[in-house]
Structures are given as structure tokens and as C-alpha cells.
């Protein structure tokens, strides 16, 4: 099992950025796909991005050009970096972790239904326009 602590989320105006980050621990070394969820009220949670041990980076249509996923070499933080922020980026992110390869945006969001997934507990995003 992972342990996911997210950090970096806040209040923002529209046009400007945040940086996301989630400190991973526990089973780190059979991670492969980590990713950035996300889920606005009402509304059913999303992937944002994924990477995996092989460095295959994927990202959801509604953040291509804007958003960049990153991690260390240890595979123990992983990174969001949010640029060009909208008020329907608005949510709670959360990151996620699976022993799975995730090479497309398709096998990020199969981490979504997985009872093998770890999550964390989520950092609010508010983007105000």
C-alpha cells in the first residue's frame, strides 16, 4: 500500500497558477502509474494526467498545453504544475497510485475503479474568474 499526501492547492484568480504536489510512502517501489484526479460538486471524479515507470505521460483533453505532470526518479513526489487556470478547473484534486502501467489517458482512468488503488486525501483548487 501507498500513502498519498497532496499539497499546494489554494485560491487563485483566472490565468494564474499552482503547483500541486503528492508525497508518496509506503510501497513506493512497486508503484508504477501515478496520477492527478479530479472532482468537482456534483460531478463524478476525472483523471487529469498520469505518468508511469516506463515515463509514458498522458493528459486529459481539457488540460493539454496548460498542465504538466512530473515526478522524481524515487517515485516519491509527484508534481502538477497548473498554468492558464479556468474557473471549471475548479475541484478537488486528488493523487493516485496503482502497480498498473497507465500509457493513455484510458488506462489512467481504469485507476478510477480499482480497488488496487491508493488515493489521497485531496487539495482544493479554487479558481476564481
Given at each position: 500500500?501507498?500513502?498519498?499526501?497532496?499539497?499546494?492547492?489554494?485560491?487563485?484568480?483566472s490565468?494564474?497558477?499552482?503547483?500541486?504536489?503528492c508525497?508518496?510512502?509506503?510501497?513506493?517501489?512497486?508503484?508504477?502509474?501515478?496520477?492527478?484526479?479530479?472532482?468537482?460538486?456534483?460531478?463524478?471524479?476525472?483523471?487529469?494526467?498520469?505518468?508511469?515507470?516506463?515515463?509514458?505521460?498522458?493528459?486529459?483533453?481539457?488540460?493539454?498545453?496548460?498542465?504538466?505532470?512530473?515526478?522524481?526518479n524515487?517515485?516519491?513526489?509527484?508534481?502538477?504544475?497548473?498554468?492558464?487556470?479556468?474557473?471549471?478547473?475548479t475541484?478537488?484534486?486528488?493523487?493516485?497510485?496503482?502497480?498498473?502501467?497507465?500509457?493513455?489517458?484510458?488506462?489512467?482512468?481504469?485507476?478510477?475503479?480499482l480497488?488496487?488503488?491508493?488515493?489521497?486525501?485531496?487539495?482544493?483548487?479554487?479558481?476564481?474568474?
Open positions: 500500500q501507498v500513502h498519498l499526501v497532496e499539497s499546494g492547492g489554494g485560491s487563485v484568480e490565468g494564474g497558477s499552482l503547483r500541486l504536489s508525497a508518496a510512502s509506503g510501497a513506493t517501489s512497486t508503484t508504477s502509474c501515478m496520477a492527478w484526479f479530479r472532482q468537482a460538486p456534483g460531478k463524478e471524479r476525472e483523471g487529469v494526467a498520469g505518468i508511469d515507470s516506463l515515463g509514458r505521460i498522458s493528459y486529459a483533453d481539457f488540460v493539454k498545453g496548460r498542465f504538466t505532470i512530473s515526478r522524481d524515487a517515485k516519491t513526489t509527484l508534481y502538477l504544475e497548473m498554468n492558464s487556470l479556468k474557473p471549471e478547473d475541484a478537488m484534486y486528488y493523487c493516485a497510485a496503482n502497480r498498473i502501467h497507465c500509457r493513455d489517458m484510458t488506462a489512467v482512468q481504469a485507476l478510477n475503479v480497488r488496487t488503488t491508493d488515493w489521497g486525501q485531496g487539495t482544493q483548487v479554487t479558481v476564481s474568474s
